[in-house]
């Protein structure tokens, strides 16, 4: 196996800099994984553009360069993203133009280590992916703007790596630990749990069935109690669409007798929510009541949730709450 590997951008074209530098780590990640990939008995180029003055001499020179070095099984570019500066978390993704399943199990890879993940995303437009001979993906890390995203980078930054080298070396599915159990729970822990049908909800694009200025069920204004759940900016619209879309939160038909608005909505528990088809599971915010029994489904979830879990409307989650330790 034969791999090539870039840092986004150049010495003199750094790319996005808020918390930390997209370039400097891009190198940083580039040379650590390079290094975990050849102790697992991989064959790595890598390259950083030192030279280019321009963003199209640039993204020409990293294309140009990989393509050189083909044959490889794949070309790797490694980014970091940005958006505006933030305490929440947003997010790691991979882009891809014919690779799907394989920028959907980076993008898993490095989630893996506490990152939201937005998932694999399809482009026709960006120059590595559609310049490169080899197959590709390029890889956004995480938010360099977001305080929580370069906190989790930091920290994890060796996790991340190795993530990316098990799954690149295509390390069997056997040799990987095996995902626990789910703990028991004494059932009197155990405040709310159903299994059913889901969809999605919230955010700024949710205009189906949703008013511009709809409200949510217990969350009235946004406070310390629920500032992880919203947007940066307000967008004068209702809460409901004001809700940070990467962020996983959920819906569902609350028994308020067990579960008081006020223990929803300050408390700072959240539930796991299970993916019956993909065996995923993550940990969510409760952000208000739903779906309607009409629709057959017992939760909504956020679209950074199903990403999260691998699964689309109408497909089968488990939600305990609550649930207090890691998914």
């Not at 030192?50 to 020179?61: G, M, V, W």
Request: proline share 5%; net charge negative.
């Amino acid at each position: 196996m034969k791999i090539s590997i870039s840092s986004g951008h150049g010495k003199y074209i750094s790319g996005a800099i808020g918390i930390i530098n997209e370039h400097d780590e891009a190198v940083l990640v580039v040379n650590a994984l390079a290094k975990q990939l050849r102790n697992r008995d991989v064959e790595v180029v890598t390259f950083e553009d030192t030279a280019s003055k321009t963003q199209s001499e640039n993204l020409d020179r990293i294309v140009d360069w990989h393509n050189a070095q083909s044959p490889c099984d794949v070309a790797i570019s490694v980014h970091f993203n940005a958006f505006e500066q933030r305490s929440q978390p947003v997010g790691t993704e991979v882009w891809y133009y014919s690779q799907q399943a394989l920028a959907a199990d980076l993008s898993a890879a490095i989630a893996s280590v506490g990152l939201i993940d937005r998932g694999a995303k399809k482009s026709t437009s960006l120059a590595f992916l559609t310049g490169t001979t080899d197959k590709s993906v390029l890889l956004e890390i995480c938010f360099v703007d977001s305080e929580a995203d370069c906190a989790i980078y930091a920290d994890r930054f060796d996790d991340i790596c190795e993530a990316l080298a098990n799954t690149l070396a295509g390390e069997e599915e056997d040799e990987r630990p095996d995902r626990p159990d789910l703990p028991e729970r004494p059932s009197e822990d155990v405040l709310f749990q159903v299994i059913g049908k889901m969809s999605y909800f919230g955010g700024p694009d949710d205009t189906t069935g949703m008013t511009e200025q709809e409200g949510l069920a217990f969350h009235y204004e946004i406070n310390e109690h629920n500032q992880q759940l919203f947007l940066p900016i307000n967008t004068g619209t209702g809460l409901a669409r004001q809700l940070n879309p990467f962020v996983p939160y959920l819906a569902v038909r609350w028994d308020y007798e067990r579960t008081p608005k006020e223990m929803l909505a300050k408390s700072g528990q959240r539930a796991l929510v299970r993916a019956l088809a993909t065996g995923r599971q993550a940990l969510a915010w409760p952000a208000d009541w739903g779906p309607n029994e009409s629709t057959d489904r017992v939760a909504d979830l956020s679209p950074g949730l199903c990403e999260i879990l691998g699964i689309e409307t109408d497909d089968e989650v488990e939600v305990i709450y609550p649930w207090e330790g890691e998914p």
